[in-house]
């Protein structure tokens, strides 16, 4: 989906590359130098067997050297229907981890999808053996990290029109960009804010993203006594975020679950940003307690409030971590260096489907 940062950039920059690029999507935006077909009209009553057709008359139009779809169900499996190769898919997490215990279709529609795929790449080490499980085999799984624009998320001074419309101004700041569904678990950070502000009342926060949820948080908050130290910002533009995090000192996960790195917590780490994020999947990986950052158990409000506030009491220790940080996202998930890794994939084999 176009929607999806992820795929955005994927496909930016095989386009900014000089590569033809087309992207079927359910949702039509305007990307420069990608052709861009949707296929969703009047979603709701165009059944997947319909899509499913679709996609593939489109693919046998297009003619392309490689068919790739992100996220094993649903696209995963429209490419897999279209029978074309070499085909590529990417899982995301959920698509492998959770969907094939939803119900019956899912479970055998993602081991048929894997199975038809000539390589599989996926984010995460801890998805590889759920992968082979599933159908793939091991020896077609590329670990790809989706990577950050370290051009664009780096080190900077705070943003003063963001300081004044939110009117933190100087005032410490931690930030939350998870989306408001029960997964990430925002509940966890609001329950730690009245502790947070026994040590540092001067303390503000900034809860970003959309969901279910919004409404029963911001109750929540209110509640608590604490909606007047949040700001909830909504979804903030991919190309405001680097101002947002620099405008913050300490940056938190409270999720419930993720595949690799979450996308928010590598740009974070990649502006300088001390992490404070839950302890699941890789994230014992990117960041270890008490050297970059703090690893936190789930659900556990009051180890949250400790290291937020062990965190801004200690400015050294912050900056420590967060030069630690930004240096981890250059060596390690870097967005250019995946994407030339993928680029050399992709060669590979169209010449091998070529040969």
Known sequence: ??????????????????????????????????????????????????????????????????????????????????GFHPFVVTAWGSDVLICPKESKIMKYAVPFTLRRADLVTCDAEHIKWPLVELGAESHKINLIYFGVDTNKFKPGQRNKKISEELEIFDSPVVISLRSLEPLY???????????????????????????????????????????????????????????????????????????????????????????????????????????????VPLKDPKALAEKIIYLLKHEDIRKKFGMRNRRIIEERNNYYKEMEKMEKIYIELVERYKS
């Open 1 to 82: 989906s176009t929607k999806s940062i992820h795929t955005r950039r994927w496909v930016e920059y095989f386009a900014e590359k000089g590569h033809e690029v087309h992207l079927i999507t359910p949702e039509y935006d305007d990307i420069e130098g990608v052709k861009t077909y949707e296929v969703n009209p009047k979603a709701s009553k165009l059944s997947p067997f319909c899509k499913a057709i679709i996609i593939r008359n489109l693919v046998k139009k297009i003619k392309p050297d490689i068919l790739h779809a992100h996220q094993v169900l649903p696209f995963g499996l429209y490419g897999a229907l279209s």
């Open 185 to 295: 678990n925002t509940e966890s950070l609001i329950a730690s804010i009245p502790l947070v502000l026994e040590k540092i009342p001067e303390t503000k926060f900034i809860i970003a993203g959309k969901g279910s949820q919004e409404q029963k948080l911001k109750e929540l908050a209110k509640f608590m006594g604490v909606l007047d130290v949040i700001r909830f910002v909504g979804q903030i533009p991919n190309n405001e975020l680097a101002k947002y995090l620099t405008s913050s000192d300490v940056y938190v996960s409270t999720s419930l679950s993720d595949a690799g790195l979450a996308a928010s917590t590598a740009e974070a780490m990649a502006c300088g940003l001390p992490v404070v994020i839950t302890d699941f999947g890789d994230n014992r990986k990117w960041v270890e307690d008490g050297v970059n950052g703090f690893i």
